[in-house]
């Protein structure tokens, strides 16, 4: 299944997310929508939830995180200060500490994610975005869809990840880098 269609799928799915709250809360957090918080969890102050989330076990959310749309985040995972994450699918064990957006991105697992990192999800002509799958850059139908990220991954501080681009399992990035990927969008 291509990764923009699993993305649409787990989206639907998120859609009929039931609030259930295992974990804690801060109460300087805000949740404005549905929240399954797995055992363990912790959400700290400032952090805003909007939409509908789902975060699995053992997860440090925040301080002043926003995650907005349809969100799933794995178990062991750390989604820092200043991180935003739209729209998007995080396996386990993904560390995303400071200053990153994630829009509309499908992150494998054992992913650490430097600070400042921007996984784009629009191009400036707001064109189709096109993504490779099975060898092939194929249409998306989509204006708005980030990256996928394979497991095992590295990606060095200041990154840019352009949209549609699917960066291999164990992929290391250079702190600083703009990745273009595989195939031109």
Known sequence: MPPWVRLQKTAAELLHLQPACRGQVHPLATVNGVLELGEGSVIKPGTVIEGHVRIGKNCSIGPNAYLRGQVSIGDNCVIGNAVEIKSSVLGNSVFVSHLTYIGDSWLEDDINVGGGCIFSNFRHDAAEIRMLHQGKLMPTGLNKLGCCVGAH????????????RVLPPYTQTYPGTVYTGSGKA
């Open 153 to 164: 991954s590295r990606i060095g501080c200041k990154c840019v990840v352009l949209p549609g």
